[in-house]
């Protein structure tokens, strides 16, 4: 079993930099990945470190799309006040709450399937990610 400058094993590394993601959110997240980056020479644990931040950074960024779909809604509501009209959808809320928590259950359970993939130094293919990754990473 391949062993870190830490001494741990690549896996365990590998593991907790998807946990950290998923448990410790950003400020963990990229200190563990920075760390990996620097100073480990195991191609597969980059990969996975880079892999963790950008999925985070994704669903960051999917969540926050999602979070501006009501503040237009209310900005064409206060647009439409001006003019003597209302324009008001209440279902959409509904919707984007429940689309914002599958969001985040698909969120939960695709960064402990990848951590406990590289228990094993395997891993689950996402494919707009792992092309990225494989397309600008050098081996």
Do not use: H
């Not at 062993?3 to 907790?16: C, D, E, F, N």
């Not at 448990?23 to 644990?45: D, H, P, R």
């Not at 406990?116 to 990754?133: C, G, M, R, T, Y």
């Amino acid at each position: 079993m391949q062993k870190t400058r830490m001494g741990i094993s690549v896996g365990l590394l590998g593991a907790m930099l998807f946990f950290a993601a998923l448990f410790g959110g950003y400020v963990a997240a990229i200190l563990l990945a920075g760390y990996v980056l620097l100073f480990e020479e195991n191609a597969w644990l980059k990969k996975s470190a880079v892999k963790s931040v950008a999925l985070l950074v994704c669903f960051s960024i999917l969540t926050a799309l999602l979070g501006l779909i009501p503040s237009l809604i209310g900005f064409i509501d206060s647009i439409c006040y001006v003019f003597g009209g209302g324009f008001s959808i209440s279902i959409i809320s509904k919707i984007l709450n429940v689309i914002t928590s599958a969001l985040s259950i698909i969120r939960t359970v695709l960064f402990l399937l990848l951590g406990f993939k590289a228990l094993n130094q395997s891993s689950i293919n996402v494919p707009v990610v792992d092309d990225l990754i494989n397309k600008y990473m050098a081996e």
